[in-house]
């Protein structure tokens, strides 16, 4: 007979499964919104779409070895489809946003678990996470911002091109609130 070594609840462990496997499917959408934008001559925006479909895999992949570190099973399913391609680099960008703030949601809902199930080690993990999703946002809301000012959904090509340029040497982090100063806005 063998020692049982897991430590994460039953719902825990499926529910970082399950955000491991949403983590997954964002890294999906962004290799899909990247290849759309590649395929129209923005190669600026595919390679920060595709950097940021490489970090949502390492989001996965942070997921998954902690669940084997806490001695639970990993499970491994099906990703869904990425859905229809954007109709414009705007609606791409809203898309990401509002992949994004659900995947905050989800995330959330883990902290909330963690919190009453009073497993602060898996509350802990999620703290990380708690913060990416903060500047997650803020990236994908940066970016809605530049598109308005670029001419929203009625971007000419012109404006398309500059933003192009502007996003292929943008940084993939965004300046949190929190991280703000007098000194440095």
């Not at 949502?56 to 990993?74: C, D, F, P, Q, S």
């Not at 954007?86 to 809203?94: G, K, L, Q, R």
């Not at 898309?95 to 909330?112: D, G, L, R």
């Not at 199930?117 to 990416?132: C, G, I, L, S, Y």
Request: glycine share 4%; net charge negative.
């Amino acid at each position: 007979m063998f020692m049982e070594t897991n430590r994460l609840s039953n719902k825990l462990a499926k529910a970082l499964n399950n955000q491991m496997t949403n983590e997954a499917h964002n890294a999906q959408i962004y290799l899909a919104y990247a290849s759309w934008i590649s395929d129209k001559g923005y190669e600026g925006i595919a390679n920060f779409l595709f950097r940021h479909a490489n970090e949502e895999r390492n989001h996965m992949m942070k997921i998954l070895e902690y669940i084997l570190k806490r001695g639970a099973k990993v499970t491994i399913a099906a990703i869904p489809a990425p859905g229809p391609d954007p109709v414009s680099v705007n609606d791409c960008f809203e898309k990401i946003f509002k992949s994004e703030v659900e995947n905050t949601a989800s995330i959330y809902n883990i902290v909330n678990l963690s919190m009453a199930e009073k497993d602060w080690a898996t509350w802990n993990f999620m703290q990380w996470f708690v913060k990416e999703q903060t500047e997650e946002e803020t990236l994908a809301l940066d970016l809605l911002a530049k598109i308005k000012v670029a001419g929203g959904a009625n971007a000419k090509a012109d404006a398309l091109y500059t933003l192009d340029k502007d996003l292929a040497d943008t940084p993939d982090d965004a300046t949190l609130a929190q991280d703000v100063t007098v000194e440095k806005p």
